[in-house]
């Protein structure tokens, strides 16, 4: 659910004021002409992040990485106006939200910390409050390009690894490739047992399958098509596998210990 911070006139009170409690309002840092920096989330990644694994305390002492989340709340949604544009965009504002969740204290270890990381925090994007399930389910999956399911990371283990570079428009399908090959070819995410034609897949695969079958039919065909083995990836269009679904282990994909305060459940 949308919050908006309420704008209050002072001008004629009574009829005014009213209006203003009726209408919502963007937040007033929000310009048509702003657009975000992926530059410096660029750099945030590239000092804190390693083979995915996320240095939340160093992120925490970056200034950069402030400065693009404060960029985020006020980058006009009038600038996100190609299909591109908005998937890097809602991309690198969901990959930083997730981690400044991290840093606020919150973790989606427990169901509760779920609820709570997805659905419960706000943040400012583009002058609007929304939260992080909301970026995903109704900004990012209607562009209709299921490998933002290989993008975003929601700090944990099972999550596809955390780029060390932001995403930007103008390589933005090479880097969804990159992204669905490094995820679906990862073995500590999805086994291919060609012998046994068993799939040991990411539950990613489950909760998601429907973006899968309408980008390919079904999913074993979409992941042939990103299947580096071309025994597995011939199987896989045959739709000879039995797939399986793996817990999903929601630790914390890096390291976060700063004194005093560790992540909530």
Same mark, same amino acid.
């Given at each position: 659910?949308?919050?908006?911070?309420?704008?209050?006139? !002072?001008?004629?009170?009574?009829?005014?004021?009213?209006?203003?409690?009726?209408?919502?309002?963007?937040?007033?840092?929000?310009?048509?002409? +702003?657009?975000?920096?992926? #530059?410096?989330? /660029?750099?945030?990644?590239?000092? %804190? +992040?390693?083979?995915?694994?996320?240095?939340?305390?160093?992120?925490?002492?970056?200034?950069?990485?402030?400065?693009?989340?404060?960029? +985020?709340?006020?980058?006009? $949604? #009038?600038?996100?106006?190609?299909?591109?544009?908005?998937?890097? !965009?809602?991309?690198?504002?969901?990959?930083?939200?997730?981690? &400044?969740?991290?840093?606020?204290?919150?973790?989606?270890?427990?169901?509760?910390?779920?609820?709570?990381? !997805?659905?419960?925090?706000?943040?400012?994007?583009? %002058?609007?409050?929304?939260?992080?399930? #909301?970026?995903?389910?109704?900004?990012?999956?209607?562009?209709?390009?299921?490998?933002?399911?290989?993008?975003?990371?929601?700090?944990?283990?099972?999550?596809?690894?955390?780029? @060390?570079?932001?995403?930007?428009?103008?390589?933005?399908?090479?880097?969804?490739?990159?992204?669905?090959?490094?995820?679906?070819?990862?073995?500590?995410?999805?086994?291919?047992?060609?012998?046994?034609?068993?799939?040991?897949?990411?539950?990613?695969?489950?909760?998601? &399958?429907? /973006?899968? $079958?309408?980008?390919?039919?079904? +999913? &074993?065909?979409?992941?042939?098509?990103?299947?580096?083995?071309?025994?597995?990836?011939?199987?896989?269009?045959?739709? $000879?596998?039995?797939?399986?679904? @793996?817990?999903?282990?929601?630790?914390?994909? %890096?390291?976060?210990?700063?004194?005093?305060?560790?992540?909530? /459940?």
């Amino acid at each position: 659910m949308h919050t908006y911070p309420l704008n209050h006139r !002072f001008m004629l009170p009574a009829l005014l004021l009213a209006t203003a409690l009726l209408l919502p309002s963007h937040s007033p840092q929000a310009a048509d002409d +702003v657009a975000p920096g992926y #530059e410096l989330l /660029d750099g945030v990644l590239l000092r %804190g +992040v390693r083979n995915g694994f996320v240095d939340y305390d160093s992120i925490r002492l970056d200034p950069a990485f402030a400065d693009f989340v404060e960029q +985020v709340g006020a980058a006009s $949604e #009038e600038m996100l106006r190609e299909p591109n544009d908005r998937l890097a !965009f809602y991309i690198n504002a969901y990959n930083a939200l997730a981690i &400044q969740g991290i840093l606020d204290g919150r973790s989606p270890r427990s169901a509760w910390g779920r609820l709570l990381f !997805f659905r419960l925090a706000g943040y400012t994007v583009h %002058g609007t409050k929304m939260n992080l399930s #909301e970026l995903e389910k109704e900004r990012l999956i209607p562009i209709g390009d299921p490998r933002i399911h290989f993008a975003i990371v929601c700090a944990s283990i099972s999550c596809p690894r955390l780029s @060390d570079r932001a995403y930007e428009p103008e390589t933005m399908d090479d880097d969804l490739n990159t992204a669905a090959r490094r995820f679906i070819n990862d073995q500590s995410r999805n086994r291919f047992d060609l012998a046994r034609k068993t799939a040991y897949l990411s539950r990613i695969f489950a909760w998601y &399958q429907p /973006d899968f $079958e309408a980008a390919a039919g079904s +999913v &074993q065909t979409y992941l042939s098509g990103f299947v580096d083995n071309p025994e597995v990836a011939a199987a896989l269009e045959k739709g $000879e596998f039995h797939l399986e679904f @793996d817990d999903y282990d929601w630790n914390l994909n %890096g390291s976060f210990t700063k004194p005093g305060r560790r992540p909530a /459940d």
